[in-house]
């Protein structure tokens, strides 16, 4: 498996033919909407408590290594989402797509740092210990907890 053995959640993508560009692949830009269509189900996956009508974070930063072209024809392509750390108020995600029967060809991996935001008063706000503690056990570890 082409990394994606590291990860405890992926998705399904399934790649329409708007996704792609001229060459006939996808176009890079959609490598950060399938991260994020990734995140979004993450975050309700690993966090219980987590509700997107309460909770909410800025993306800080984002990157993605294109690693191999991803084609409409490949067959079981899926976004990897797994946390990296936790900081006092953000925390990293990480990123794999992958396609093939096991997910054996790695077309690219990412990072995002995100900074939870409070929508009501307009100003970034500590990360909650419960969500610390749900998404710890989802991914069967300890996250660090090094400030970002």
Known sequence: MAESNKFNFSEYIQV?????DPLGHVNNALYIQYFEMGRGKY???ASQTW???KHMFLI??????????????????HVHVRMGKFG???FELDYAITS???????HATGRSTQVMFNTKTRTTEVIPEWLKEEVGVFEG???SKNNL
């Open 43 to 45: 975050m309700v996956t």
């Open 88 to 90: 006092t108020k953000s």
């Open 141 to 143: 570890q300890q996250i």
């Open 51 to 53: 509700d997107w009508h």
């Open 16 to 20: 329409r033919w708007g996704d792609l």
């Open 60 to 77: 800080a930063n984002i990157s993605c290594d294109y690693r191999r072209e991803l084609k409409m024809t490949d067959e079981n392509a």
């Open 100 to 106: 093939g029967e096991n997910h054996e060809v790695l």
